[in-house]
């Protein structure tokens, strides 16, 4: 149940070593400016997360008074291989956990990039992760969010390698276990100092790591292995760091080395406070979780689009359709109440069919047409009239027979006014039509009927 570790930082080494790497990418900074945006970079949402922190051999959930010993002895009494921690974080009802590891799985470095920001600067330190230590082979992992360090150029940097993050990852994920972040155990030491500067010092029989911080997120970071202070001058460097940090960031140095204050409300804050500084890890697998959960929103946006468009599309055709009832049922209500009316329209049809030959037969008139030419002849003599079919001849002496056919010919009662035959001075015969009667009109109509 042992683990060699391919990292051990040093305390006083680790920015000169890391450095090196900074020449390599200053000339790819330009062209890379403002792809990424370091300052503005999202923070995870952990969601329901417990944490879980190794301490030496056991593994503890913080808040709460349960914890689990992962081996005794051996060559490596942290027992921290992946599947170990993975089976312990199980046995402890985790079902999404944020782990806290000890410094040493994690390397710290402060790289200067001058003139850089933002974008530019993000994608600079991770083009770093390769050639950041020129001995060490395997890849690095830069952490979420990066602290620049305020009123300079520098930023702040964990790195861990991307060979032990994704082993934890795949451990964690072989139990059914979401892990949700890894973070340095070295964040938890509780505060409840409210001052913008103050040291952490974490110390377990393995390591002592010492980090300051200010305004919520590390500025310095140093760690060593206490088999390394058995070297008197190792030791005496280590006390000279320790002083001269503290003459350098003036403010309270909050030691921890017993768990117990891992069951207390105070550890639930210090969790909280450790998220907040951007300083943890994602593991592949968080990644692969977040991908799918936002290609799942993008495609339940996607439907709900293409839902929403045909509905939108549907909306002129169900209305037309609602207009088309709505005449419908208008036009049977209108026609219900036009039934009586109707009926009575077919009665009066049928009955002029039926007697509208009797009915309709041209009236002539004859005592107002007799009238009407007694007072137009006047005061000639008529001596003869025939009538039939509105066709009237009639006969009679006159001084002037013309004057008579003009009277005849401007009362409205007549037409077709002409002489049938011819005349002599004082005898006249015309012939004319009574202009309200025509009995051809009538014949047309009833013969067509007839023939129907």
Not at 23 to 43: E, H, I, K, T
Not at 69 to 92: I, N, W, Y
Request: proline share 5%; glycine share 6%; charged share 20%.
């Amino acid at each position: 149940m042992t683990r060699q570790n391919n990292i051990n930082a040093k305390p006083l080494g680790l920015a000169t070593r890391a450095s090196t790497g900074v020449a390599r990418v200053m000339g790819l900074m330009s062209s890379l400016a403002d792809r990424f945006g370091l300052a503005a970079a999202n923070r995870v949402d952990l969601g329901e997360s417990i944490g879980v922190a190794l301490w030496s051999n056991r593994l503890l959930v913080l808040g709460k008074r349960a914890q689990t010993v992962l081996s005794e002895g051996g060559d490596d009494p942290r027992g921290d291989a992946a599947a170990t921690l993975a089976k312990a974080a199980k046995a402890l009802g985790v079902s999404r956990a944020a782990l806290f590891l000890p410094a040493e799985e994690f390397i710290a470095t402060v790289i200067p990039l001058p003139g850089l920001t933002g974008a530019g600067a993000l994608q600079a330190l991770r083009l770093q992760a390769s050639s950041l230590i020129p001995s060490l082979d395997e890849p690095l992992v830069l952490v979420q969010t990066p602290n620049r360090l305020a009123g300079t150029d520098d930023y702040f940097c964990l790195w861990m390698t991307q060979a032990r993050l994704t082993e934890v990852s795949e451990a964690f994920e072989v139990e059914g276990i979401e892990l949700a972040a890894i973070l340095p155990r070295a964040l938890l030491a509780p505060s409840d100092d409210t001052g913008e500067t103050y040291r952490l010092l974490d110390q377990d029989p393995q390591q002592i790591t010492q980090v300051v911080m200010r305004e919520g997120a590390p500025v310095k970071w140093d760690t060593l292995q206490r088999s390394d202070l058995d070297e008197p001058e190792l030791f005496e460097q280590w006390q000279a760091e320790l002083k001269s940090t503290e003459l350098a960031y003036q403010g309270p140095l909050i030691s921890q080395s017993d768990p117990a204050w891992l069951s207390t409300q105070e550890a639930m804050a210090s969790l909280n406070a450790a998220l907040a500084t951007g300083i943890y890890f994602v593991p592949p697998g968080e990644v692969k979780r977040r991908q799918a959960q936002k290609n799942k929103t993008t495609i339940t946006a996607i439907a709900a689009s293409l839902a929403l468009i045909a509905v939108l599309t549907l909306i002129p055709f169900a209305l037309q359709s609602i207009q088309f009832r709505l005449a419908a049922s208008e036009l049977a209500d209108l026609r219900a109440l036009n039934s009586t009316a109707r009926q009575d329209q077919a009665y009066v049809a049928d009955f002029d069919s039926r007697w509208g030959t009797i009915n309709d037969y041209p009236r002539q008139e004859i005592i107002d047409a007799l009238y009407t030419l007694q007072r137009v002849i006047s005061p000639d003599t008529l001596t003869g009239l025939e009538i039939e079919e509105g066709v009237v001849n009639i006969e009679g002496t006159s001084n002037n027979p013309q004057a008579i056919l003009q009277r005849l010919e401007q009362d409205p009662l007549f037409t077709e006014v002409a002489f049938s035959r011819a005349t002599s001075n004082s005898r006249y015969s015309i012939s004319l039509r009574l202009s309200n009667v025509s009995f051809e009109g009538y014949r047309a109509r009833y013969a067509e009927v007839s023939r129907r």
